[in-house]
């Protein structure tokens, strides 16, 4: 089944289960007061069990997207997912316990009545989830709804492949086209079912076939082979997977994955879990929108006065490359002459760049023109941490130059990030090197509390007048 059937049957499954156990629980705990016409419970108002329902329906289906329930788990074990689910019914009870239930409780009052709710919610919801699960797992050995799998490696690896996926169908990976490197110790022969290419057609391969998986087939003592894949599939919307004994080479890179007895390696994984990926998405929301309305009298003055001291609109817009390599308009508060690339062209700006005006100088070096970007962040372009977008332009040079730089387009781009506090401005090449370095030091490190340190060291700069 499509992603989009996916979820819209895990959304239909769990809202139908949860209120189906909150109609049971209120039936087993207050049997004589329950009713449609509505029941009163211990210290509590009139409660209507269809409107509690569907109640507490919606308040299961936000803590599951929030613990990240509805992303994908394409072939994974039925039995992972139960143990995940109820480690998030377990957290999600316990805060309806106090909220709801806490001043029912009573010193040695029983509380049985809550390990009934718990053991109702998490019954139920299996239920569902297996049931989706299992027609999903059907449909994907009839070979419907399989993902389209891309093999790059050495010509018998490529083989092996082609034999263990057909030994494993639930594993659910069709493969549409394969680059051969020729023979491990032989004259390189590429080649595919689809036609003769050469490894540097991988990615425009990628986008033709629609290809969601890319399946790594090389061996441990690769490493230059490796990292030519890693670079040509970087920016892209696929997942990288490689065999057990290549292990070695990417180290901390990796997690192991066993798609039904068919073991697999998938490379550069985002370390944050879900929680906390939407815990970043909601504090991105609540600074974006609190910095923008409570200081909104600020950001006017702001804006008259740069209207005031130079010619030219107030905010500055431009294309930036963001997420997985899409293109973006980015929002900043003008801080240049109106047209100050007209005649040089795109370069970067300098830390004492002739171009700035009076306003702009001091709004670059406390950083106070990057607020017009809480809208990107709003909008869901940027995130308030993360790698800083950079103009088609320069990534399109900087990616031949430099190794992996494509590979910050793996996460969204940020207002301000790791390299921004460690570094200065991108003046040259050698600058670019190195906030790349820091770049990819936050993409494989990246949490809340590094979201948070970064965050402190950007208010001190600004506070201080230390921007970069």
């Known amino acids: 089944m499509s992603r989009k059937v996916e979820f819209t049957a895990l959304l239909v499954a769990d809202m139908a289960a949860i209120a189906a156990s909150a109609l049971v629980f209120m039936r087993i705990q207050f049997a004589d007061r329950f009713g449609l016409q509505g029941f009163q419970t211990p210290n509590t108002e009139v409660v209507y069990p269809v409107y509690a329902a569907v109640g507490l329906a919606v308040f299961w289906v936000v803590i599951f997207l929030f613990f990240g329930m509805y992303r994908e788990r394409y072939a994974s074990s039925r039995f992972d997912e139960l143990v995940s689910l109820a480690k998030v019914v377990t957290f999600g009870v316990l805060i309806l316990v106090f909220i709801i239930f806490i001043d029912t409780l009573r010193a040695g009052g029983s509380a049985s009545f809550i390990f009934l709710y718990w053991g109702l919610v998490l019954g139920l919801t299996s239920v569902g989830r297996i049931a989706v699960r299992s027609i999903q797992k059907a449909l ?18 490529v083989e092996r492949i082609h034999e263990d996926l057909a030994r494993y169908p639930a594993a ?3 493969i549409v086209g394969a680059i051969r490197l020729g023979n491990k110790s032989g004259t390189p022969q590429e080649g595919s079912p689809n036609g003769e290419h050469q490894v540097e057609a991988l990615p425009a ?18 490493h230059a082979e490796l990292n030519e894949v890693l670079h040509l599939c970087d920016g892209k919307a696929v997942s990288l997977k490689i065999v057990p004994d290549f292990y070695s080479v990417i180290g901390g890179m990796s997690r192991t994955e066993h798609i039904y007895g068919l073991p697999l390696i998938e490379v550069l994984p985002v370390p944050m879990p879900a929680w906390e990926q939407s815990t ?32 030219g609109g107030a905010i500055y817009r431009q294309r930036r490359v963001g997420r997985l390599g899409r293109s973006f308009t980015i ?100 600058d670019v090197r190195q906030k790349v370095k820091f770049d990819l030091f936050y993409i494989e490190n990246m949490g809340l509390r590094m979201d948070f340190k970064i965050l402190l060291r950007t208010i001190t700069a600004v506070l201080t007048g230390g921007g970069r």
Do not use: C
């Not at 009839?142 to 050495?154: D, E, F, I, Q, S």
């Not at 320069?394 to 301000?416: A, C, E, S, W």
């Open 140 to 157: 994907i050995l009839r070979g419907r709804g399989t993902h389209k799998a891309l093999v790059v490696g050495w010509s018998d690896k």
């Open 172 to 174: 659910g990976l069709q």
């Open 205 to 222: 391969m990628i986008d033709e076939l629609d290809v969601q998986d890319v399946l790594i087939a090389l061996g441990s003592d690769d």
């Open 280 to 311: 970043k998405r909601l504090l991105d929301i609540g600074v974006a929108l609190a910095v923008l309305v409570v200081l909104l009298p600020a950001w006017i003055l702001i804006a008259l006065s740069i209207r005031l001291s130079s010619s």
């Open 331 to 430: 929002y900043k508060f003008r801080t240049m002459h109106h047209n100050a690339e007209e005649h040089t062209g795109p370069v970067w700006a300098a830390e004492d760049d002739p171009r700035y005006t009076s306003v702009g100088r001091l709004l670059r070096k406390t950083r106070l023109d990057e607020i017009p970007q809480l809208f990107n962040v709003l909008k869901g372009d940027m995130s308030l941490v993360g790698p800083r977008p950079e103009r088609p332009y320069f990534v399109q040079k900087l990616m031949d130059k430099i190794p992996l730089y494509n590979r910050r387009h793996r996460i969204k781009p940020g207002i301000t990030g790791w390299a921004q506090v460690m570094w200065r401005y991108d003046s040259t090449l050698e």
